[in-house]
C-alpha cells in the first residue's frame, strides 16, 4: 500500500528541448516546410535520430529524465516527403522518429500492475507487414511489439475499427485473442470513457487514435484530457490543415483557422505537459 501511494503522488515535470521550442514561440500556421527546412531543425534532428539526448525534449519522473522526441509542425517524421525541400526524404509512414522510455534498464522489473492499450482506428491484424505502420496496417501487433522491445508486455488491448473487417480474427496468435476485446464499430466518447474505468493509476496506459475524423478526435481527445491521471503514452494521427499539404485525406481548408499546425503543436505540448508521453501518429 506503501508503495503504491507513492507511485501516484509521483509529480512529472516536462522540458521542450530547443527544436521544439522554435515551433512553440509564436503561430507556425503557413510555416511548416520555412521552419522545418533551418539548419537549426535539420542538424538538431540529425542528433535525434541517432539517439543522442541534447536535443531531445524529456520528461523527469521519479528523479529520472525520460527523453522522448521533439513536437515539431510536420506532425511525423521531421524528412518525411510532404512537400517541403529536405536533403533527406523518407516516407510519410516512416516511424523511427518515435522514442519510446526502455524499461529494460529496470531488469525487467517496473512499478505497473498490468499494461493496457486502447487502439482506436485499429484495422486489421497482421496481415501484411507488422514491423510498419500504415494507415491500414496493422497496429496492434506494431505496437505490442514495440514495447515488448522496452520490456513493457502489454496484457490487455481494447480496440475499436469502423470499417467493416471480415474474419478479422484470422491471423491473431492463440495466446493474444485472449488479451484483446475488438468492436467493429466507430468509438463513441461514451465507450471511451466507460473503458477508462477499468484501468487504475497503477496500470501503464496507452492510446492510440487515429479515426480519419478531426472532430470526432477532438471530442477523444478531451476524455484523455478529462482522465490523463490514468493514461501514459499517446499515439495521434491528428488530422488539422497542414499548409494545403496533403497526406491522403484532402488538404482540410475548412479548418485552416482551428485546426492547423500552431494548434496541433499547443495540444500535444498541453498532453505532455499533462504527464502523456503524446506522440504524433501516422
Known amino acids: 500500500m506503501i508503495l503504491y501511494f507513492l507511485y501516484i503522488c509521483t509529480v512529472i515535470d516536462y522540458k521542450s528541448s530547443m527544436i521544439e521550442k522554435q515551433w512553440l514561440q509564436y503561430d507556425v500556421t503557413g510555416q511548416i516546410c520555412e521552419i522545418a527546412e533551418t539548419i ?66 529496470y531488469n525487467n522489473h517496473h512499478n505497473y500492475t498490468k499494461v493496457v492499450m486502447f487502439d482506436m482506428g485499429c484495422s486489421i491484424y497482421g496481415k501484411g507487414n507488422t ?23 502489454v496484457d490487455e488491448v481494447w480496440a475499436w475499427e469502423a470499417r467493416p473487417m471480415f474474419n478479422w480474427w484470422a491471423n491473431v496468435p492463440t495466446d493474444v485473442k485472449m488479451k484483446i476485446k475488438f468492436y467493429n464499430t466507430p468509438v463513441s466518447v461514451s465507450e471511451l470513457t466507460e473503458s477508462l474505468k477499468y484501468v487504475s493509476q497503477s496500470d501503464y496506459v496507452i492510446i492510440k487514435l487515429d479515426i480519419d475524423n478531426t472532430e470526432v478526435e477532438m471530442q477523444l481527445i478531451q476524455v484523455i ?50 504527464g502523456i508521453r503524446s506522440h504524433f501518429w501516422v
Open 40 to 105: 537549426s531543425q535539420q542538424e538538431g534532428w540529425k542528433t535525434v535520430l541517432r539517439g543522442d539526448n541534447f536535443f531531445m525534449s524529456s520528461f523527469l519522473e521519479n528523479g529520472e529524465t525520460k527523453y522522448i522526441e521533439p513536437l515539431t509542425g510536420v506532425g511525423r517524421h521531421p524528412y518525411a516527403n510532404v512537400g517541403c525541400k529536405f536533403n533527406k526524404r523518407v516516407h510519410v509512414m516512416d516511424t523511427s522518429y518515435i522514442k519510446l522510455h526502455n524499461y529494460c534498464n
Open 131 to 153: 514491423r510498419a505502420a500504415s494507415g491500414y496496417g496493422p497496429s496492434i501487433p506494431l505496437l505490442m511489439w514495440w514495447y515488448e522491445h522496452k520490456c513493457l508486455s
Open 225 to 274: 484530457i478529462d482522465h490523463s491521471i490514468f493514461v501514459d503514452e499517446l499515439f495521434f494521427e491528428y488530422h488539422y490543415y497542414m499548409d494545403g499539404m496533403n497526406f491522403g485525406w484532402g488538404n482540410l481548408a475548412k479548418y485552416k483557422h482551428i485546426h492547423n499546425a500552431t494548434s496541433a503543436i499547443s495540444l500535444m505540448y498541453k498532453l505532455r505537459t499533462l
